[in-house]
C-alpha cells in the first residue's frame, strides 16, 4: 500500500450504513469495531425532508443494527492498524503520483496488479485513460464544530435552497453539511461571496439545523467540495481495478460511501484472486457489481430529491454530465 506522505484527508464525522457491519464482519473485524471506542450507534433521526415539519425516524428493526457515527480519520487508523496485523506493508512516498503513471505505463506482462483507491480524483484510473460520468451538478459545503453537550444523533433538514446533514460522534465533536446546485454556489462567488457568506446565508434558511448550531463553536474552515453522484465508465482494466469513491462515489444523502468501499474493496479482492489465478470468466463481473450499484443508487436518488423541499429545477440536480478530464 503506498500513500503520499503530504496526504490531507480531513476529518469529519460520518455515517456508517448498517450493513456495513456485515462486511466488518467478512473482513474479521466486527467484534474488534463493537469493541473499538471511537463510534456511536445511532437508532433514530430527526428528518424535515418535505416540509419544515420534523420527525423522528427510528430504525430499531433493521436486522443489521444501528447506524454508526465515526470520525473519518479514526475510523481510517482503527482500518490501517487493522490492514498491519494482517500483514500489508504501508509506505509513504512523494513523488506517488508520478511513480503509479510510469507503472501504469508498463505493458501488462510487466505491471503489478494495481488497486486506485485515490478517492474521487482516481488518479491510477485516469493515468490509465479511464474516463468517468457525473449525474449531477450539486456541491457541498461542509465544516466541523465542538459542542460537549450536543446530541450525536442525525439531523437531515432540507429547505428549498438545499439540504443539511449533521451528525455527532458522542464525543463532542458535531459535523455540518449542506448540499446544494453549482449553480447557486457559483454565482455567489462571483458576486463575492466568501465560502463562510455562502454557508451562513443557507443556514439563515434552516430553523433546525440553525438551532442546532447556535451553542457550537465552529473549529473548521468551511469547504467547498464536490457531492454529486460520479462513477468511472469501466472501473476495471488490464492488471488494475478502481475501489470506493475511486470507481463510484455517492450522493451524501444516502450515507453509504464505508460501507461501498468496504464491498468493493471485498469484491475488488476477490477479482484479482480470481485473475491471478488465470480465471477469465470473471473478467467484467466487477464491473457489472460497480453498475448495479450505481444504478440502484441514481434511482432511490431520484425519488427522494424530488420529494423534498428543495427546489432545485430538474435540470439542475438530476442530470448525467459528461466528464473525461
Same mark, same amino acid.
Given at each position: 500500500?503506498?500513500?503520499?506522505?503530504?496526504?490531507?484527508?480531513?476529518?469529519?464525522?460520518? $455515517?456508517?450504513?448498517?450493513?456495513?457491519?456485515?462486511?466488518?464482519?467478512?473482513?474479521?473485524?466486527?467484534?474488534?469495531?463493537?469493541?473499538?471506542?471511537?463510534?456511536?450507534?445511532?437508532?433514530?433521526?430527526?428528518?424535515?425532508?418535505?416540509?419544515?415539519?420534523?420527525?423522528?425516524?427510528?430504525?430499531?428493526?433493521?436486522? =443489521?443494527?444501528?447506524?454508526?457515527?465515526?470520525?473519518?480519520?479514526?475510523?481510517?487508523?482503527?482500518?490501517?492498524?487493522?490492514?498491519?496485523?494482517?500483514?500489508?506493508?504501508?509506505?509513504?512516498?512523494?513523488?506517488?503520483? $508520478?511513480?503509479?503513471?510510469?507503472?501504469?505505463?508498463?505493458?501488462?506482462?510487466?505491471?503489478?496488479?494495481?488497486?486506485?483507491?485515490?478517492?474521487?480524483?482516481?488518479?491510477?484510473?485516469?493515468?490509465?485513460?479511464?474516463?468517468?460520468?457525473?449525474?449531477?451538478?450539486?456541491?457541498?459545503? $461542509?465544516?466541523?464544530?465542538?459542542?460537549?453537550?450536543?446530541?450525536?444523533?442525525?439531523?437531515?433538514?432540507?429547505?428549498?435552497?438545499?439540504?443539511? =446533514?449533521?451528525?455527532?460522534?458522542?464525543?463532542?465533536?458535531?459535523?455540518?453539511?449542506?448540499? $446544494?446546485?453549482?449553480?447557486?454556489?457559483?454565482?455567489?462567488?462571483?458576486?463575492?461571496?466568501? %465560502?463562510?457568506?455562502?454557508?451562513?446565508?443557507?443556514?439563515?434558511?434552516?430553523?433546525?439545523?440553525?438551532?442546532?448550531?447556535?451553542?457550537?463553536?465552529?473549529?473548521?474552515?468551511?469547504?467547498?467540495?464536490?457531492?454529486? %453522484?460520479?462513477?468511472?465508465?469501466?472501473?476495471?482494466?488490464?492488471?488494475?481495478?478502481?475501489?470506493?469513491?475511486?470507481?463510484?462515489?455517492?450522493?451524501?444523502?444516502?450515507?453509504?460511501?464505508?460501507?461501498?468501499?468496504?464491498?468493493?474493496?471485498?469484491?475488488?479482492?476477490?477479482?484479482?484472486?480470481?485473475?491471478?489465478?488465470?480465471?477469465?470468466?470473471?473478467?467484467?463481473?466487477?464491473?457489472?457489481?460497480?453498475?448495479?450499484?450505481?444504478?440502484?443508487?441514481?434511482?432511490?436518488?431520484?425519488?427522494?430529491?424530488?420529494?423534498?423541499?428543495?427546489?432545485?429545477?430538474?435540470?439542475?440536480?438530476?442530470?448525467?454530465?459528461?466528464?473525461?478530464?
Amino acid at each position: 500500500m503506498l500513500e503520499r506522505p503530504d496526504a490531507i484527508d480531513h476529518d469529519r464525522v460520518e $455515517t456508517i450504513a448498517p450493513y456495513a457491519l456485515q462486511l466488518l464482519e467478512q473482513l474479521g473485524l466486527k467484534a474488534a469495531f463493537l469493541d473499538w471506542p471511537e463510534k456511536s450507534a445511532q437508532d433514530k433521526a430527526i428528518v424535515a425532508w418535505k416540509d419544515a415539519s420534523a420527525e423522528e425516524v427510528y430504525n430499531p428493526f433493521n436486522p =443489521y443494527g444501528p447506524r454508526w457515527h465515526v470520525r473519518r480519520q479514526s475510523f481510517a487508523r482503527f482500518l490501517r492498524r487493522a490492514a498491519l496485523k494482517s500483514g500489508a506493508v504501508i509506505e509513504k512516498r512523494g513523488g506517488l503520483l $508520478t511513480e503509479l503513471r510510469q507503472l501504469a505505463a508498463r505493458p501488462t506482462w510487466a505491471r503489478p496488479f494495481l488497486v486506485d483507491a485515490s478517492g474521487r480524483a482516481a488518479h491510477l484510473a485516469r493515468a490509465l485513460g479511464a474516463t468517468s460520468d457525473r449525474f449531477d451538478t450539486t456541491l457541498s459545503l $461542509t465544516t466541523e464544530f465542538l459542542d460537549r453537550a450536543a446530541d450525536p444523533g442525525l439531523l437531515v433538514e432540507a429547505t428549498r435552497a438545499g439540504w443539511w =446533514y449533521s451528525a455527532g460522534d458522542g464525543h463532542g465533536h458535531l459535523s455540518s453539511m449542506v448540499t $446544494t446546485t453549482a449553480a447557486r454556489v457559483v454565482a455567489l462567488r462571483r458576486a463575492g461571496a466568501a %465560502p463562510d457568506a455562502i454557508w451562513m446565508g443557507l443556514l439563515a434558511l434552516s430553523p433546525l439545523t440553525r438551532a442546532r448550531h447556535s451553542s457550537a463553536e465552529r473549529i473548521g474552515r468551511v469547504r467547498i467540495v464536490a457531492s454529486a %453522484p460520479w462513477a468511472l465508465r469501466n472501473p476495471e482494466g488490464a492488471c488494475w481495478i478502481a475501489v470506493g469513491d475511486a470507481a463510484f462515489a455517492a450522493d451524501p444523502l444516502a450515507s453509504s460511501g464505508v460501507a461501498f468501499a468496504l464491498e468493493s474493496g471485498l469484491r475488488g479482492g476477490q477479482h484479482i484472486k480470481n485473475t491471478s489465478a488465470g480465471e477469465t470468466d470473471c473478467i467484467g463481473g466487477y464491473a457489472s457489481f460497480v453498475a448495479e450499484a450505481l444504478a440502484s443508487h441514481l434511482q432511490q436518488r431520484r425519488y427522494y430529491y424530488e420529494t423534498s423541499a428543495f427546489e432545485a429545477s430538474p435540470s439542475e440536480r438530476i442530470q448525467s454530465v459528461q466528464n473525461n478530464s
